[in-house]
């Protein structure tokens, strides 16, 4: 890994823990793309166009890397990212992406980072993909196990090519290469009301797992979120692959995650996990429950309403075979966990009590709803400590100290 020289004086520091960390895995994310290259924050313009970002917020805030090698392309990047939720959020970018357009963001952003040496490296091999010169962008996300580069590809006029995401270790190119069957599969079933990227190019390129999707019109206008229009997307969804009801410990979803939970290595949470299951196994082995698809992490910050329905994308996690109902689930967990920021522990409690009337538009039963909760959490506390989240850094990631204890006690409670 190479470190970020920041060169000038007066240059602001990045004092803060979560700032060191971004910037670390700039450097070492930029040394995987171009192969051979250093990496520099400065105040001053640096080598060529195409290796030549501004840093948005800046050195002490780092959280988006902007191409400078065209005007029209920075204003793409920054309107491109990410979901503005709120008016003042809308506002700022649209202010931002004027300024840069008209190339005035060069007196607003005053960092940038200047990638020298080393080979053409993935944009050049982007290129010949695409049959046009490419211009990245790249967010800065903060410390978690399955963090990985999401690439904006940008034409130098402007038009926005797709974006790449590149798995760098084990866990991201499994992920990858998940999210890209995932696309291909889904795109032949019959998805009514859902718009979702089309897997253009798969691969590996050096030792990276490669996927480029196309864009989704999320630039344009947006609707309102009918009320059922999620519901009935999830469903949709869920109904991919779908069969049962069956036992759920007769089934391949629950083979699979004992497999996993043995597998998990030595400590707390895997301690704790195992009695899980079995306690788990003790109440619910005559329940059964139908089988179906899952979009593996649907949030807020993962889809947008648009005129021609309902647009989501990451499907890294998608998965088949698992109990109905854990997309709304997951929904509601992250809603409260990410957007509401309430109480971990509490937020776990209200997921299981209100389980049965979140799962009543997919008619999974009272008794149903809660088992499937209860297998849904078991099933992220196995995906949070095998993907080792916590040891990341992850706000959540240690999963012993908010959701195992809590989610014992229900499985505990539970009776026939």
């Not at 823990?17 to 520099?40: E, F, H, I, K, M």
């Not at 607003?108 to 053409?120: E, P």
Request: proline share 6%.
């Amino acid at each position: 890994m190479r470190p970020v020289a920041v060169t000038p004086t007066g240059l602001p520091s990045a004092r803060s823990g979560d700032a060191q960390d971004r910037l670390a895995y700039l450097s070492n994310v930029a040394a995987r793309l171009w192969p051979g290259s250093t990496t520099a924050v400065r105040r001053t313009r640096t080598g060529a166009p195409s290796r030549d970002f501004l840093l948005l917020r800046n050195a002490a805030t780092p959280r988006l890397l902007i191409p400078t090698g065209s005007r029209r392309a920075a204003a793409a990047a920054v309107r491109g990212y990410g979901e503005q939720s709120t008016r003042r959020d809308r506002a700022t970018t649209r202010l931002l992406s004027a300024a840069l357009r008209t190339g005035a963001a060069q007196y607003l952003v005053r960092d940038r980072v200047a990638v020298t040496g080393g080979t053409a490296g993935l944009p050049g091999h982007l290129a010949g993909l695409l049959g046009s010169e490419v211009l990245i962008s790249l967010h800065l996300g903060p410390p978690r196990a399955n963090r990985k580069p999401v690439l904006q590809l940008l034409a130098p006029d402007g038009r926005q090519l797709g974006f790449a995401k590149v798995g760098l270790d084990e866990l991201t190119r499994r992920l990858v290469a998940t999210e890209a069957a995932a696309l291909r599969r889904l795109a032949s079933a019959g998805l009514h009301g859902l718009v979702i990227p089309r897997a253009v190019h798969s691969g590996q390129w050096n030792d990276l797992e490669l996927l480029i999707q196309s864009p989704l019109p999320i630039q344009g206008r947006r609707t309102r979120l009918e009320g059922g229009a999620l519901d009935a997307a999830m469903s949709a969804v869920a109904d991919v692959g779908q069969v049962g009801p069956i036992r759920v410990v007769d089934s391949d979803f629950w083979s699979a995650l004992c497999a996993r939970v043995a597998r998990l290595p030595d400590g707390p949470a895997a301690a704790r996990l195992a009695a899980i299951v079995a306690d788990l196994y003790g109440v619910a082995s005559e329940d059964a429950l139908r089988m179906g698809s899952w979009h593996g992490d649907w949030t807020p910050w993962n889809m947008a309403a648009l005129p021609a329905g309902l647009a989501v994308w990451d499907w890294e996690r998608f998965a088949t075979g698992v109990p109905i109902g854990f997309d709304p689930l997951h929904f509601a967990l992250q809603s409260e966990l990410v957007v509401s920021r309430r109480d971990p522990a509490d937020a776990v409690v209200s997921l299981v009590d209100g389980a049965p009337a979140r799962l009543r538009c997919l008619d999974v039963d009272h008794r149903a709803a809660t088992v499937t909760a209860l297998c849904y959490l078991t099933e992220i506390a196995t995906r949070y400590t095998e993907d080792g989240q916590a040891d990341a850094g992850a706000r959540l990631g240690r999963v012993v100290d908010w959701l195992l204890p809590v989610l014992s006690a229900r499985v505990e409670g539970l009776t026939r």
